[in-house]
Structures are given as structure tokens and as C-alpha cells.
């Protein structure tokens, strides 16, 4: 049996009277792909930003690696947020973009190393061509590539993502899961991603999280991801990819 690598033991977070988490216990193994799925408001960011050690639990704990998430390595678990501001106002290159991932702060010289190690992120995401251009003048599927090459730029032992497929069309969306799926092959790493597309999480996911301020729903992802159990509970369906088939599962 592989160990956990995230641990989260009966997690509150309350902001005053408002709980965006109440009671949430999980336990997520090394090696394994998670989609975290629910509605507007359900928490899945808060979720992240607790294992991130961005946000303190009001009460319950959490061990990420063994240990608290805020004493992490900065290079073993790297996340990609949902909302990238910053990136669509700061005067900078795309390489510049995933040579800080390495540096940790915003590179003014680019060593020939990190030039390197860069470059071969950005040819597996396929923003090899876009190193010189300005993040500014990229589409969100472009900027969405970008950044999952800044993340994978230290090869993380652990990958959270907020939305990552957000901007791309459905070629993109499936050439990401895959990206996804080979990187987590590879290096044996955990993924942990905040998704509304039940397609894909059913197929490229090894377990899904159905999170409602609470767990609804824990385990396998063709159990927990089927279309009758999610009618159920969440009372529409998700949208279906055609790029997402059978034989393409990652289980």
C-alpha cells in the first residue's frame, strides 16, 4: 500500500459566520491523480489553499508529506492557481514566467542552467515557441500552458491545481490530462485538481473528491463520477468532451 501524502483530519475553516469547510477528513495516497468536484462555494479553493499552508484551519489538522504544509520544501508540492492577475499586468516573457518557478522570485539574469531546465518543461506543455512573448499577449489556453510549465519546472512531488483547464478549448483540455497523467507516470507524483469537467475526471482520475463544504463523496472515480450519482446530487450533468473516450482512462 502506498502512503499518504496528504492528510487532512476533520478540517473547519470559518470566515466569522460563514464555514467554506466543515469537518473534511481525506487521506490521499503517493502516486495518485485526485479531481476535486463540486458547486460554486463548496470550498475546493479553500481546500488548496489549506494544504498549501496559505490558510490555517479554524480547527482539525492537516499533514502534508508527513508534515506541516507551511515547512514544506518550497520545490516539493507547486500549484497552479485559478486566477492569474498578476501575469496579464507584469511586463514579462514567458520564459521569464517559468524560470521564476526555479529562482522563486523574478529572474533579471537567466543563467544558461535555468534557460535549459526551463525549456524542457515548456516543450512538454507546447509554449516552446511562445519563450519571448509577453504573458500579456497571450490567450488564456496559452497562459493556462505556461504556468503548468512553471509548476513542473522543479519537478514537484505534489501538483495542486485550481481550475487548469479554464480558457482552453477541448483539444487543449485533453492534451493537459494527458500532460497530467504522463507527468505523475514519470515521477510517481501526486496531482490533486479542482475540475468541473466530470468527463474528464471519470477517465483520468484515480479517485474523485465530491466536496460540498463537506465530503459527499470519496473513492474511485468511475463510482463516484458517474453520471447517475452526480444527477443526484448536484441536479444538472457536466459537459462531455469528445476528445475524452474510453480507452483513453488513466485507471
Not at 99 to 111: A, E, F, L, N, T
Not at 123 to 132: K, M, N, R, S, W
Not at 169 to 182: K, N, Q
Request: glycine share 10%.
Amino acid at each position: 500500500m502506498t502512503s499518504p501524502v496528504i492528510e487532512a483530519s476533520n478540517v473547519t475553516v470559518a470566515f466569522g459566520d460563514v464555514v467554506a469547510l466543515d469537518g473534511v477528513t481525506i487521506t490521499t495516497p503517493s502516486n495518485s491523480f485526485t479531481a476535486i468536484i463540486g458547486p460554486n462555494g463548496a470550498g475546493k479553493s479553500t481546500l488548496l489553499k489549506v494544504l498549501l499552508g496559505l490558510q490555517r484551519p479554524t480547527t482539525g489538522s492537516v499533514r502534508v508529506l508527513g508534515g506541516a504544509p507551511e515547512a514544506l520544501d518550497r520545490s516539493a508540492l507547486a500549484y497552479v492557481p485559478q486566477k492569474k492577475t498578476f501575469a496579464t499586468q507584469f511586463p514579462a516573457t514567458v520564459l521569464e514566467l517559468v524560470v521564476s518557478g526555479i529562482s522563486g522570485g523574478w529572474p533579471w539574469r537567466i543563467s544558461k542552467a535555468h534557460r535549459e531546465r526551463a525549456l524542457v518543461v515548456m516543450e512538454q506543455t507546447g509554449v516552446t515557441d511562445l519563450a519571448d512573448q509577453s504573458v500579456r499577449a497571450l490567450s488564456g489556453g496559452e497562459l493556462q500552458r505556461a504556468f503548468l510549465a512553471r509548476s513542473l519546472v522543479n519537478t514537484p512531488q505534489i501538483l495542486l491545481l485550481d481550475e487548469p483547464a479554464a480558457g482552453m478549448d477541448m483539444r487543449g483540455e485533453a492534451a493537459m490530462y494527458h500532460i497530467l497523467c504522463d507527468y505523475q507516470s514519470k515521477h510517481g507524483a501526486t496531482v490533486m485538481m479542482i475540475t468541473h469537467d466530470w468527463e474528464g475526471a471519470r477517465y483520468h482520475a484515480d479517485q474523485v473528491l465530491l466536496l460540498d463544504r463537506r465530503v459527499v463523496e470519496y473513492g474511485p472515480a468511475r463510482e463516484v463520477a458517474s453520471e447517475a450519482r452526480l444527477l443526484s446530487l448536484f441536479g444538472h450533468r457536466g459537459h462531455v468532451h469528445e476528445t475524452h473516450a474510453e480507452g483513453d482512462s488513466h485507471a
